[in-house]
């Protein structure tokens, strides 16, 4: 008697992001939903995040010359962001439920260490 095994549906690889010019793909870094006090803030009232990882870096903007200068972040770096710049990612479009952004990179404040 033959025993049949059971295999894993095959999962949908995440689609690779290669961000165009000057532009770095940011995954946002969750607020914490509960203050010091207790207080519990709502999704409604959250405001946007303004920390993330950068997880993918294009290739950097060409100058008058037709030069390539080079993005000064990498992958991996945590950076601070201007609060109302760049472009939402819908969710899903990575395979999980997080929340990214295309940002450019003068739109970048700082680069945590």
Do not use: W
């Not at 203050?35 to 997880?55: F, M, Y």
């Not at 950076?79 to 819908?90: C, E, I, N, R, T």
Request: proline residues 6%; aromatic residues 4%.
């Amino acid at each position: 008697m033959a025993t049949a095994t059971k295999s894993k549906p095959a999962r949908a690889a995440a689609p690779r992001v290669v961000p165009l010019g000057d532009r770095v793909v940011v995954k946002q870094t969750r607020q914490d939903e509960v203050r010091a006090s207790g207080l519990v803030i709502p999704d409604t009232a959250r405001e946007k995040p303004q920390l993330g990882q950068v997880i993918a870096v294009g290739p950097g903007r060409l100058d008058d010359n037709g030069k390539r200068v080079i993005i000064d972040l990498k992958v991996g770096d945590r950076v601070l962001y201007a609060k109302y710049s760049g472009q939402d990612v819908p969710r899903g479009v990575f395979g999980d439920e997080e929340d990214y952004m295309i940002l450019k990179e003068s739109d970048v404040l700082a680069k945590l260490a």
